[in-house]
């Protein structure tokens, strides 16, 4: 097993988060700024958080298949790919993303001043294409008023269910992460009787008890949802928040998967959008509408620490064509704690 250090992929729920996707702007020369981002990461966490010890901040960066391809080139984590789109009874879109970050605390003011500085370091080189600000909203529920996350696996079970190990020895001790947006039509949903919304979900809507199995549709989204392999369930780890505005009519669920593979979520999409079998799909989604759908690698923290400056090799072109720029980290920067995860931050 890796001895690099992952990135807090199973920190806890907190109260408040922001999360947000950007995308690059295609200069190669902008490069630089996302290098020393994710160099400087870590000690940005460091000092927004420092100035409230109990404030749980964190943050997980995420990069797409494209932007790794432009920026680290190969070697490239095994399974990265771009998220792929679903037509079935309903349509999961395939929407643009090279960087993510979900940053959370359990005050909105950690998370609004690591975003900010985050943002400040991007200026120019990348566009904000989708933010939200989450909330946790009563006891862990969503805004569909079920509660939210409770099968999630804890400990050994949750590092077992997110971290690559050696099936991917270059890039053991990271993680993939599959993110969504969904807008709920709470008018039409609150229409619906508790009983059936309880089938539709699989869970009792106050007590949150799982429905027993000859209870529980074929259609139930923890049905659906329940992926496994040679008899073993295969565990994904959901850090969802709620979002809305109120005044323009919107709410919703901001769905964030991680996984050490990112197929695991993607069966469990493909039987909530086509069905299993093809046909028989989530009726949550008679009412719940994915906007958005990207995928990202998250690199383990010790190899973002270790990313160099980037310098043009001789020869390259401001367009980015022509030779590269500088190494990304060598794969012992996966691997052990270099020199580089160490170094100090001024």
Not at 175 to 192: A, C, F, G, P, T
Not at 196 to 202: A, P, R, S, T
Not at 207 to 224: C, F, G, M, R, T
Not at 309 to 323: E, I, K, M, V
């Amino acid at each position: 097993m890796s001895s690099a250090y992952p990135q807090p992929v199973d920190a806890k729920l907190t109260s408040a988060a922001i999360i947000f996707v950007v995308t690059l702007d295609a200069r190669a020369e902008h490069d630089a700024a996302v290098r020393d981002l994710c160099a400087d990461l870590s000690s940005l966490v460091r000092g927004a958080g420092f100035r409230a010890p109990d404030g749980q901040l964190s943050c997980v960066m995420g990069i797409g298949s494209d932007a790794w391809d432009r920026i680290f080139g190969a070697p490239k984590p095994r399974d990265l790919h771009s998220f792929r789109e679903i037509h079935g009874v309903h349509h999961a879109p395939a929407t643009p993303g090279d960087l993510l970050f979900h940053i959370r605390a359990a005050r909105m003011d950690l998370c609004f001043e690591l975003a900010a500085q985050i943002t400040a370091r991007l200026e120019g080189t990348a566009t904000v294409v989708d933010e939200i600000h989450g909330f946790k909203y009563f006891d862990e529920r969503d805004l569909l008023g079920f509660v939210d996350g409770t099968e999630n696996p804890v400990n050994q079970d949750a590092f077992d269910a997110t971290i690559i190990g050696d099936e991917d020895p270059l890039f053991a001790g990271g993680s993939y992460v599959i993110v969504q947006k969904y807008l709920h039509d709470l008018k039409k949903w609150n229409m619906i009787p508790v009983e059936v919304q309880e089938k539709i979900i699989g869970r009792k809507k106050l007590s949150d008890i799982e429905l027993d199995d000859a209870a529980k549709p074929s259609y139930a989204h923890n049905v659906l949802t329940t992926i496994e392999e040679d008899g073993q369930q295969l565990q994904i780890l959901r850090a969802n928040m709620p979002f809305g505005e109120v005044g323009k009519g919107a709410f919703g669920t901001y769905f964030i998967g991680y996984a050490r593979a990112p197929s695991r979520i993607e069966r469990m999409l493909e039987n909530m959008f086509v069905g299993n079998p093809p046909g028989n799909y989530d009726r949550l989604l008679d009412v719940s509408r994915a906007v958005t759908g990207t995928l990202f690698f998250i690199p383990t923290a010790t190899f973002l620490d270790s990313v160099p400056p980037y310098a043009p090799a001789a020869g390259c072109a401001a367009d980015g064509s022509g030779a590269g720029g500088s190494a990304p980290p060598s794969p012992s920067a996966y691997g052990s704690l270099g020199i580089g995860s160490l170094k100090e931050k001024v």
